[in-house]
């Protein structure tokens, strides 16, 4: 998983549950690192100073990753995801990127490497289905879910909490209606 903010820790912690042996948590911030070591990160990558592909690659015995998860949403880490995988993994971008952003990857690498490449609205989410799912796991103890908030703030504190999760301070903020 590319990128351990919510939504990164989020698809760590349901690798885990889908019971994923090797989960590789890669993110340029070591206070995110931690964070995704208690959502079920087996191994952890700091990108900054370390090839993430390469550290990737070691971790699997060189083979690559069976689904590698983008969610930052930037070109330059797509590219690390789709790189990371296996031959015939695949690739989901989950980040949000911009409207102006592109990438560029020989087109042979895509047919060459097989597997599959999409990306993931709201995580594929049908809330009237997945919603009662994620309160029955979290009621039996099998989805943390206390443990993505960072903070309860009150009705006044929600544009501050905007910019404490764009800094990447927090997981999430949690409005509590007093």
């Not at 689904?67 to 070109?75: E, K, Q, S």
């Not at 903070?151 to 544009?159: A, L, Q, R």
Request: overall charge negative.
């Amino acid at each position: 998983v590319f990128g351990c903010g919510g939504v990164g820790d989020a698809a760590i912690a349901g690798a885990k549950l889908a019971g994923a042996t090797t989960i590789i948590a890669v993110d340029i911030d070591d206070r995110k690192l931690e964070w995704a070591r208690t959502f079920g990160a087996t191994h952890t990558v700091n990108s900054k100073g370390t090839d993430a592909v390469e550290a990737i690659k070691a971790a699997t015995g060189g083979f690559g990753v069976d689904v590698a998860i983008d969610a930052v949403g930037h070109p330059a880490v797509f590219e690390q995801a789709f790189y990371a995988r296996d031959l015939a993994g695949r690739v989901v971008l989950v980040g949000v990127p911009t409207p102006d952003m592109t990438i560029t990857l020989p087109l042979i690498e895509v047919f060459g490497r097989g597997g599959a490449v999409k990306s993931s609205w709201y995580g594929d989410c049908l809330p009237s289905r997945d919603f009662p799912m994620l309160v029955d796991l979290y009621r039996q103890g099998r989805f943390p879910l206390e443990d993505f908030v960072s903070e309860t703030i009150g009705i006044d504190d929600v544009e501050s909490a905007f910019e404490k999760m764009h800094h990447g301070d927090v997981l999430r903020s949690v409005v509590v209606f007093t």
